[in-house]
């Protein structure tokens, strides 16, 4: 590539791309880690971005109106650190770069949400940004139509490299995508040709713009180091009413002894191939040094941004005080003042009716009351919508023809499903909620972990959440799950056992702010076990006292959760009827039981009594309740499964594997003989 | 859909068929559960397939040179047992259609692998199966290389739904494939344009013809009900050096009320349809009645591969006794005999030469004097292979120009990577193992958790198991993952500590028959922990006493696993100086441990001392041996994390999270207060 001829056809933009390679070439060298290439390959397209095109107020990062950037090649991070720097947004201080992935910076390694203003995601873990952006794209199109176009209107722009587009769950995000429409949906392809291993055909051959085009995309071929043919590019992008993949053939590293190469990709440090890269670049040759005319103009840009977001403040202060509300709570993820008492009603009457019910048929009746009430809400399912029971009567569905529809069909995508909620709920105004069968929490895992590592409270309606499943057998029958959940840092994971429980869990998942929440439902009916109406919200204390010995002293104490529980319950009526008092303990949820204080705790599992846990999963992570707080080896027992399932009826599955108020029983009285 | 017209232009044809549609009938009516509309829709591309082409003999179902027929679209599986007992397979009994998905019978509701001879993997979860494909059709492509096309010369032939092409499982597929110009991969798309929600085009406009021609795919679009334009389009996909898609139009559950509807894909039981539907198809009336002319047609086909069997015994008699001897070993899963004293002279070696090395590069280390003696061994890597240590000097890469070579260039493609080892596992004479980040077992579990299922010994390369991994972040730290994949039934969780270990883990993961390994290695230098030689495989037991108390009574024992063993034994170090007699029991492996028998268990782990655990995961997982096995709450701790990791480097992470030696050594301390 010659440097020279691209800095004489245009030295201004140059220079100004520059100051985004040679912070990058600084930061990677005092951190000795770090991605350098791919900044230095995009900063020409974030340059004509940035300059002419992004709606954006470095003093306002939070505007709701403002367009989104996402750096889906997340290793990247030093391109995002570098733009939010030179237009001055005030946490990306010259000192962060230079703290760049160290202990306790907002510099993080990857760029991580909530970290930095201006990261609008956590990215990293490949594709999963491209997908972040179609949840973004959604959620700008349905707060358009619900809003007006003077309070939504903005572009979701979105750097992804080969990386991303050879994992699969770009293909689930770019098909939905092209289906839906979404104009204003903007890809960059970093089309570079370098992945970590080598060449990127080594490994594909892919027509990546002809992939994009077979899925109705508008798709473009540039030179990404052309600003006339960027901008051109971006302006035709606009101007089609498809989501458009910008192609932009880049080269790695540029400038750099390691162009076009996947050393390139790494971090370069060798500081003589640095100092000749910024001579070769006309560049100010100190470390992290910026000419200041460079970020004069860059800090300038934010002025385009600011008049923008005057406007916006005018027509948001047109809008009747119960919108500006209404839209103020969205955004604050506020639950709405009614749901408390909505909820508290449905309970009542539960415990009047105290239906026989499978869970995820009980959290349909749930959701039909809630999502009247919260506009907020948009839920789908991965082509299971009967089975999850996540549509209601209200919602309509978000098509290209009616953006006012509240639900998605997502296709059989559960992994573009997660990543595309996690985009919805980071882009602020959407609680998403989404459903699929828990034993495909295993394909939707790579999201997942970003909603509990963002904090950001998508809802996961995962039903069929046992060998209850019945015929469809193992491949569909989860056994590991829960555990697999249960172990995520900041994940709410519930599993109700009736119809009451359910109404309780959906309020916990809906009025959290920082944690999301997976609901665990049956597919089998399940009797209601909360007869008794109680306002408290008892799931919210992750386990309580269901029901007490009533016989004799208490002996024995069962746990268990969801559809195990009207089998603890049945357990305890035969012991009963033997003269041995037993409580019954439901546990919906371990993590909130977990933060409960050590007074509650005792109360509900005191020493003394043998405790048997039943669950139609695997032991891990009982332990805890079992042998810790007060617990004790030789006095606890566990009924639930230790191997995988198989294709049977479910209560012919229940009987072989065990798991049954007989056996429940039997263990307990081992453990007292 | 004009079934007169089908069936009077085709009458054999059309009645061959029928049987496929009328025994799916009766079965899922009998089951009162399944999925009728798929065999119904394909059951004339099968017929044509089996009836033509297919190299099969149902005497000799393990045959390794037959053709490989894959249900993707598992749901259908009435489909491959309705062919598997047409064609007289002596598992697939009518009996076995009539109990199909009841407990212990073979025909469960989706295809298990294991279970019924002629089922060459199991699928249901979307999209596995055309990934498993790609990694048949490898493994043939490389044992034909190997073997000669004399040996090894056959096709895999797939048929998969609009669902197993939505899942982003399937793009890293077809991408892969067409870049290593899989020439003896046919793919059938049972395009009925239905899913469970509804029509396709309510989640998808993807052309898909158009999305495998850009990967580089032969791509055909015919009538799935021609017989004549199924066969043309088989032999000119046959004649293509690329791999092919042909996709058939069809119409799922043809012929029946439900035909081109949603419900048609699931279970159709009313018997006045069924009845309605054998009267227009002029099937036989009876319950799994078939036509004795038709069924001796299906029983026939049997007799082509028997003929190519024969050739194929004649070739293979010809090898040499030692060729012979090793396509067998290979086939039967055997190691080499040389594997047990190379490993042992290899541990001899590192405990003497005490490296200091991360356990990802003693891998390395380990695998270049493996890869020579195992001719089976198939590496690759997600495009991480410098990180992974998985390519050794004698491998070669697999290239459409070298199919000897014995490395693949996965790409960014961790799930595909996963599905494609089961399909080489399955396919026989291949030991496929590969590398990614731990973290990003996330993105594989789908297909991981299919390993562990159909117990193939897969070997799962994870490096980068803990905040070890440093800068990069939270997004790239596993925390709780290694909680995750012990949950899973059937997996070898291995966490070696040191070299020595190392070479151990390999030991037992390249030994296995019937179980996943997943190996779990630091990213940082480790010691040598091991320092005396043993011969005996330590790791193999699960734990074992590293280092027992030598200054005083054994006060306490301190367990960990890899890259925390050394933390261990240096926080010993300050017991036994204060006088602490501490034992350290180095575990590697909980699956394996817990399969020790209680005596040896009981060595270890004796109750009395207090105990704690270091590892830099989650607790979840730990209780088992620090509260069970005769441990108690009250004399039991856990060093490791309880939230996610951070980016800096890896010295700071472990002393900001506390995972040091000190703490091991307070922790021991304040339990003995």
Redesign the interface.
């Known amino acids: 590539m010659d440097i020279q001829a691209l800095r004489s056809a245009n030295p201004d933009h140059w220079a100004r791309a520059a100051a985004i390679r040679t912070l990058t070439l600084d930061a990677v060298a005092a951190?000795n880690?770090?991605h350098s290439g791919m900044p230095m390959g995009m900063a020409d397209v974030a340059t004509v971005l940035f300059g002419n095109h992004l709606r954006f107020d470095p003093k306002a990062p939070h505007w709701p109106d403002r367009d989104r950037f996402i750096l889906s090649a997340?290793?990247g991070s030093m391109l995002i650190y570098s733009l939010l720097y030179l237009t001055g947004y005030e946490q990306a201080t010259l000192q962060q770069l230079k703290d760049f992935?160290?202990?306790?910076?907002r510099t993080?390694?990857?760029p991580?949400y909530g970290h930095l203003e201006g990261v609008e995601t956590?990215?990293?873990?490949?594709?999963q940004g491209i997908a972040n952006s179609v949840g973004f794209a959604i959620a700008e199109e349905a707060l358009r139509a619900r809003w007006g176009k003077k309070i939504i209107n903005h572009h979701t722009y979105v750097m992804a490299g080969?990386?991303?587009l050879?994992?699969?769950?770009?293909?689930?995000a770019i098909?939905?995508a092209?289906?839906q429409q979404l104009g204003h949906l903007i890809v960059f392809f970093d089309n570079n040709n370098i992945?970590?291993?080598?060449t990127?055909?080594?490994?594909?051959?892919?027509?990546?713009s002809?992939?994009f085009?077979?899925?109705?995309w508008h798709v473009q071929e540039i030179d990404g180091h052309d600003p006339a043919a960027i901008d051109a590019a971006i302006v035709a992008a606009k101007a089609d009413p498809r989501p458009s993949m910008i192609s932009c053939k880049t080269h790695i590293a540029l400038g750099h002894a390691a162009q076009d190469t996947s050393k390139g990709h790494g971090a370069l440090t060798d500081a003589d191939q640095l100092r000749a890269t910024k001579e070769a670049y006309g560049a100010p040759m100190g470390d992290f040094e910026v000419d200041p005319a460079v970020k004069a103009w860059w800090e300038g840009l934010g002025q385009r941004g600011a008049a923008a977001r005057n406007e916006w403040d005018a027509a948001f202060a047109k809008l009747s005080k119960a919108k500006q509300d209404e839209f103020t709570r969205s955004f604050a993820l506020e639950a709405p003042k009614k749901l408390a008492a909505t909820i508290k009603a449905l309970k009542k009457q539960f415990a009047e009716e105290a239906p026989k019910l499978a869970t995820r048929a009980s959290s349909q009746k749930v959701l039909e009351v809630i999502n009247p009430l919260m506009s907020e809400t948009l839920g789908g399912?991965a082509?299971?919508?009967?089975?999850n029971n996540t549509k209601t009567g209200d919602l309509g569905?978000f098509?290209p023809e009616d953006r006012e529809g509240r639900y998605i069909?997502?296709?059989?995508?559960e992994?573009?499903m997660a990543a595309m909620m996690n985009g919805m709920a980071l882009h602020g105004g959407i609680r998403p909620y989404g459903g699929t069968f828990m034993?495909?929490v295993?394909?939707m895992?790579?999201a997942m972990?970003?909603s509990?590592?963002m904090g950001v409270p998508v809802v996961y309606v995962v039903s069929h959440d046992s060998i209850g499943l019945?015929?469809?057998?193992?491949?569909?029958q989860p056994?590991?799950h829960l555990?697999?959940m249960?172990?995520?840092?900041?994940l709410n994971v519930i599993r109700p056992a009736d119809t009451i429980e359910v109404a309780e869990a959906w309020e916990i998942a809906l009025t959290e702010k920082a944690t999301p929440s997976a609901l665990a439902l049956s597919r089998q009916g399940l009797p209601t076990v909360r007869t008794e109406h109680k306002t408290k919200n008892l799931t919210a204390q992750g386990a309580y006292v269901l029901k007490d010995a009533e016989a004799a002293k208490r002996q024995a104490i069962l746990m268990a959760s969801g559809s195990e529980v009207s089998v603890a319950l049945a357990a305890r009526e035969m012991l009963e009827a033997e003269g041995i008092g037993t409580r019954v303990v439901s546990m919906p949820s371990m993590e909130l039981f977990a933060a409960q204080d050590e007074k509650y705790r005792k109360r509900v599992l005191p020493g003394g009594p043998v405790r048997v846990a039943v669950e139609a999963g695997?032991r891990?992570?009982w332990?805890?309740w079992l042998?810790?707080?007060?617990?004790?080896?030789q006095k606890a027992g566990f009924v639930g499964m230790?191997?995988?399932g198989?294709?049977?009826?479910a209560k012919?599955?229940f009987e072989?594997f065990g798991i049954t108020a007989e056996a429940v029983a039997q263990k307990v009285r081992d453990l007292l003989a």
Do not use: K
């Open positions: 951190a880690s770090g997340g290793h992935r160290q202990w306790g910076s993080a390694g990857h991580e956590t990215t990293g873990p490949l594709g080969d990386g991303c050879m994992e699969g769950v770009s293909q689930e098909g939905l092209g289906m992945t970590i291993d080598g990127v055909d080594m490994a594909d051959a892919t027509d990546q002809a992939r085009a077979a899925s109705g399912s082509d299971l919508t009967g089975s569905v098509t069909h997502y296709g059989i995508r992994h573009g034993c495909f295993d394909y895992r790579g972990r970003l509990s590592l019945g015929e469809d057998g193992p491949t569909h056994v590991e555990a697999l249960r172990a995520t840092p900041n695997v891990q992570g332990d805890q042998l810790g707080e007060r617990g004790r080896e230790d191997s995988f198989a294709s049977a009826p012919t599955l072989e």
